[in-house]
């Protein structure tokens, strides 16, 4: 009857205790956690991307509307914007001399400031 007590290495069943089964849990939550955030900022910061890449379009197009516009008239830009889908470009317009202007242009993005481009044309007269 002892010997039915006795538990030996070939009746001993195969298989994963608890805390294995816990343990590779613990590890395999850690590691998903840790993919799924770094997924989350990957995608936040292709979205400044894009929005960077469509502040630069706009900032490109007003300066070279600045570009074409005859020097005379330029004064009459001084403090206009222009908004397009989310940005809006500021014009500043300032004497640096005799016949000459300085054209500031500042685009940001309306939902987040901190997303902008500047670009600075200085234009003298013909």
């Known amino acids: 009857m002892e010997d039915a007590c006795v538990r030996t290495d070939e009746t001993r069943e195969r298989g994963f205790s608890l805390l294995e089964v816990a343990l590779s849990t613990v590890i395999l939550g850690a590691v998903l956690i840790g993919t799924l955030g770094s997924l989350s900022v990957a995608a936040i910061g292709q979205r400044h991307d894009g929005s960077r890449v469509e502040s ?5 197009r007003v300066m070279e509307e600045l570009r ?9 830009y001084d403090g206009t914007w222009i908004e397009e889908g989310r940005h809006r470009a500021d014009i500043n317009v300032s004497p640096r001399g005799p016949g000459l202007l300085k054209l500031s242009v500042r685009v940001w993005q309306l939902e987040n400031e901190e997303i902008e481009t ?8 013909p």
Do not use: E
Request: aromatic content about 4%; overall charge positive; glycine content about 4%.
């Open 56 to 60: 630069q379009l706009l900032l490109s």
């Open 68 to 76: 074409a516009t005859a020097f005379n008239s330029l004064v009459s």
């Open 118 to 125: 500047r670009g600075v044309l200085l234009v003298t007269s």
